[in-house]
């Protein structure tokens, strides 16, 4: 309460007693017990009324204790319950959870991670990955501004993601306590570390394969690597390792001689001896196909939409892309089975008229230096209103596109294009993939659309900049892949005449064992629009054991998508259906058996302590809980902090204030009415 308050409640109060003193003694000239009781009365009313509309300000301070937080974090992968080690982890927990003395002194919270971080509600140790990286970034959020010791359950293997030992020295600011799982013995191995391959091969060339073999011990040794494709040999190769010698990189090239999915197997004959066999042996496939699809990206502009643009459509082995000038692209022309035109101007005259000899499919960006005149004069499919000025538009995805599947990159979170501002008026039907949307209003005109033109195919980007949706898309996922897949699937609409389907399933030839396998669908009804009350299943054949499996689609945003995750190595032929609807899909997978969680041996105790270490804290082992018991209670640094917070009241906020009021009139007023006085 500053001192103008001050003042105002002292005049206050002399307001209120003269008006008192006025009334009852100055005018009545008496000074019964009754006047003086009245008088007494009217003060109070009066200056508690005037209290009210001065409204000072109290302080409220509230005192309360703030114990500190301890994170445990436990490993879910397969990798514990392959090293027998799911029954210690749950007696660690139990031992944590009844050892009265931290669960006092500190609040307590339980997280498992596999290769997504979780709160703790059961055990499975089914996780396919482990990705610490990724916990720990995702604790930092949470913790980062509180103490928050950290008690770490696991082997110290990690199978996904960035390196948890860069992660916790740059974000994770706890220290961090790891609990070893696992056998700290080094037994004599070999192993295939890495295998390097690609996805893709092309009929009648010769596909390279990198593989990287580890041997752990002390002694020399020889051993042969093979390459198997059924029961034939491709390739086999003898390997010494000793002390100095513990790794090996061997470089093969094997042919593709068959279109289609083949499966391989490395594998490293085991030692004498030798415990772990499981990571002696590698399995991949590859897929062949008979031709790449080349693209064409046509400027006479340098702009970093084009490497965006080339970056994308590359990150599929099965194409390529080729920044051309106008010139370069009349000479070599047949060489290419699609074209983007990045905005087009007066000296792409040759170009639309190569494209429409060759009957090519095309894909135009659009911007500020598009020469719209030529563009509106070279072509009848759509018009643009030319106004000479630019404007920004954001995108908006349309939930109904029918053509392929779209998904959801958070499209509304990215970036502005810039373009002509005005409309662009289509003469023919067009598929709209994203709306404008100017000042948070969408509009009824297509950002980027696709449409079909007799046998062309084209598509239409009104807007320069998608080199920055790429690298939205990269810091909000970590990743291009989830961009380069979405223009992946638009080159491959242009790069086919296939009809529009109403259903659509995007899947994989073949999956790494551990791997999500996860196959989404798209359903339209007759009207092309996204049906979200359909009922979709998947019935899968194994074609080795005959055994057949069905399972829901559930419905995700735009999609529907199945999770088949757990399925068993082996080759699928499986059926895609529509309840209610004579329409089904069908198709082929495979599953490759390779689990990453079953290569390790023994517990990662070197890279555990240097995290501790980094950290500020210390390793233990399952049977040592009491000593870390007792440090974590005698550390100074986890003390319960005594904390304050200050409130400040208006005292319009006293509801007793308003109760006095009612009261000292009441009273004035029977008082007054039993003498008589009224």
């Known amino acids: 309460m500053n001192d103008i308050t001050l003042l105002y409640i002292i005049i206050a109060g002399i307001i209120a007693l003269l008006v008192a003193l006025f009334q009852y003694i100055y005018k009545s000239k008496k000074r019964t017990k009754t006047n003086m009781l009245l008088a007494f009365l009217r003060f109070v009313t009066v200056f508690t009324v005037l209290l009210l509309l001065i409204n000072p300000k109290f302080e409220k301070i509230s005192y309360y204790n703030e114990k500190p937080n301890l994170v445990v974090a436990v490993d879910n992968s397969e990798s514990i319950d392959y090293l027998q080690q799911s029954n210690n982890v749950e007696d660690i927990i139990s031992a944590i959870k009844s050892e009265e003395t931290i669960n006092s002194n500190f609040n307590v919270e339980y997280y498992t991670f596999g290769k997504q971080l979780q709160a703790l509600d059961s055990l499975s140790f089914r996780e396919k990955q482990s990705d610490m990286s990724k916990a720990f970034k995702r604790l930092s ?15 110290g293997n990690q199978t996904y993601g960035n390196d948890y030992e860069y992660v916790t020295n740059r974000l994770y600011k706890q220290p961090i306590y790891p609990i070893v799982l696992g056998d700290t013995t080094k037994y004599t ?17 010769k596909f390279p394969v990198e593989i990287i073999a580890v041997y752990d011990g002390d002694s020399q040794v020889n051993t042969q690597l093979k390459i198997t494709s059924g029961n034939t040999v491709i390739h086999s190769q003898n390997l010494e390792f000793d002390e100095q010698n513990t790794s090996r990189i061997i470089d093969v090239t094997l042919p593709a001689n068959r279109v289609g999915v083949t499966n391989y197997k490395a594998e490293l004959t085991p030692l004498e001896g030798e415990k772990n066999k499981v990571n002696n042996v590698k399995n991949f496939a590859v897929e062949v196909i008979d031709q790449k699809t080349n693209v064409a990206i046509i400027s006479d502009l340098i702009h970093p939409d084009l490497g965006a643009l080339k970056k994308a459509i590359e990150s599929n082995e099965q194409r390529s892309a080729s920044i051309l000038s106008i010139r370069d692209f009349l000479i070599s022309s047949t060489d290419f089975q699609s074209v983007i035109l990045y905005q087009p101007n007066n000296s792409f005259n040759l170009v639309y008229n190569e494209l429409e000899k060759r009957k090519l499919n095309s894909f135009v960006v659009l911007g500020p230096k598009t020469n719209w005149t030529f563009l509106n004069n070279i072509q009848s499919l759509y018009q643009q209103k030319i106004t000479r000025q630019t404007e920004d538009f954001l995108p908006a995805l349309n939930p109904n596109y029918a053509t392929f599947i779209v998904d959801d990159l958070g499209f509304h979170d990215f970036p502005p294009l810039q373009s002509e501002f005005g409309s662009l008026t289509f003469s023919i039907p067009m598929d709209p993939i994203l ?39 990269f810091l909000e996922a970590q990743s291009f892949q989830e961009f380069d897949d979405f223009i992946g699937k638009l080159i491959q609409y242009l790069s086919t005449n296939q009809r529009k389907n109403r259903l659509n399933v995007d899947y994989e030839s073949f999956y790494n064992g551990n791997d999500d396998l996860k196959i989404t669908a798209q359903f339209f009804n007759k009207n092309y629009e996204f049906d979200n009350n359909a009922s979709i299943n998947i019935s899968l054949k194994n074609q080795d054991t005959d055994n057949v499996l069905s399972f829901p689609f559930v419905l995700k945003n735009t999609n529907y998508e199945v999770d088949l995750s757990g399925l068993t190595p082996g080759r699928y032929r499986f059926t895609v259906s529509v309840d209610s609807e004579n329409i089904s899909t069908q198709g082929e997978l495979q599953v490759l058996d390779y689990n990453v969680e079953q290569q390790f041996l023994n517990a990662n105790v070197a890279k555990l302590n240097n995290v501790a ?3 500020k804290g210390k390793v233990f082992f399952r049977n040592q809980l009491q000593d870390l018991a007792t440090l974590l209670l005698n550390d100074s640094r986890y003390q319960t902090l005594q904390k ?12 007793y204030l308003l109760g006095l009021i009612v009261l000292s009139l009441s009273l004035e007023w029977f008082i007054r009415k039993y003498k008589g006085l009224i």
Do not use: M
């Open 141 to 155: 959020e949470v913790y980062n501004n509180t103490i928050a010791p950290t008690i770490l359950i696991t082997d």
């Open 189 to 205: 191995d070999l192993k295939i570390q890495q295998l390097n391959v690609n996805k893709y091969a092309y009929l009648k060339n």
């Open 435 to 473: 709306f404008k949307t100017i000042n948070g209003t969408q509009l009824d005109e297509p950002l980027l659309a696709t449409f079909e033109n007799g046998n062309q195919r084209q598509a239409v980007l009104v807007g320069e900049g998608i080199w920055r949706w790429r690298a939205q898309s």
């Open 613 to 615: 270490s980094a950290s």
């Open 644 to 655: 304050s917070t200050k409130k400040i009241v208006p005292l319009i906020d006293w509801k």
